[in-house]
């Protein structure tokens, strides 16, 4: 192992998480898969070993800091990019299933040849728009846990995410600064889309102490039929009063 295995392994050790030889291989590849894609496609503006491995695996593991993932059955990861966080909770977590949906073909191309290359099984990955996808009837109200990280504001992003989570399931919004704003923004939309605020969770970046919040929201009820709308309307009029 070198330094930054170290250093990851002993971090994610102190928030009770312990990693395997094979799960800290399957970080390796996906390191170096990931930075040798990016040489032919804009996956990450972050290459250097260290902070991929603490802006991008730490950071998306740290989702399992604030919530129970053994718990959790199946996981959708809307608008992934590079994979982040459904990948490194799958290679953490294996026996999650996870779907992820994004609206790039040539992403899902990379998340596919990532899969394979770690060897990970339970993963579907959808080419298309969150609108569209969450209204087939098997992406509906059918997810125990629904993620995004760094997508869009939180009153757009209710809309993308909320018609994926299963009613008492939880969607959680991964953020960077304070999301206080947001949040207060994003009342109405809760309101719509039958979902209401768990709870907001902080904490810093190891090493260079960049500031995290995770916004933890709960599903009360089926996605009323006229959500989400058609595609693109989302993002032209956001649910905001």
């Known amino acids: 192992m070198d330094n930054t295995e170290i250093q990851f392994t002993q971090l994610l050790q102190e928030r009770g998480i312990t990693l395997t030889a094979e799960q800290l291989e399957q970080f390796d590849l996906y390191y170096k898969e990931l930075v040798s894609w990016n040489k032919k496609m804009n996956l990450t503006g972050i290459t250097e070993r260290e902070q991929v491995y603490t802006k991008h695996f730490y950071d998306s593991i740290s989702l399992a800091f604030f919530l129970n993932i053994n718990e959790i059955n199946n996981l959708a990861d809307v608008g992934s990019g590079a994979g982040f966080p459904g990948i490194p909770l799958k290679i953490c977590f294996p026996h999650l299933k996870l779907t992820i949906i994004d609206s790039l073909s040539k992403r899902i191309s990379f998340l596919q040849h990532v899969c394979t290359t770690l060897k990970l099984t339970d993963v ?118």
């Open 124 to 241: 579907q990955l959808i080419h298309g728009r969150a609108e569209d996808i969450a209204r087939q009837f098997k992406h509906r109200d059918a997810y125990d846990l629904v993620t995004a990280r760094a997508v869009a504001r939180l009153s757009l992003l209710n809309e993308f995410c909320l018609p994926f989570t299963r009613k008492d399931g939880v969607f959680a919004a991964m953020k960077g600064s304070d999301p206080s704003e947001e949040l207060s923004e994003a009342k109405y939309s809760l309101k719509e889309l039958r979902a209401q605020l768990g709870k907001v969770e902080s904490f810093s970046l190891p090493v260079e102490g960049s500031a995290r919040h995770i916004v933890i929201i709960r599903k009360t009820g089926a996605t009323p039929a006229k959500y989400p709308r058609k595609a693109g309307i989302p993002a032209k009029t956001p649910l905001i009063k």
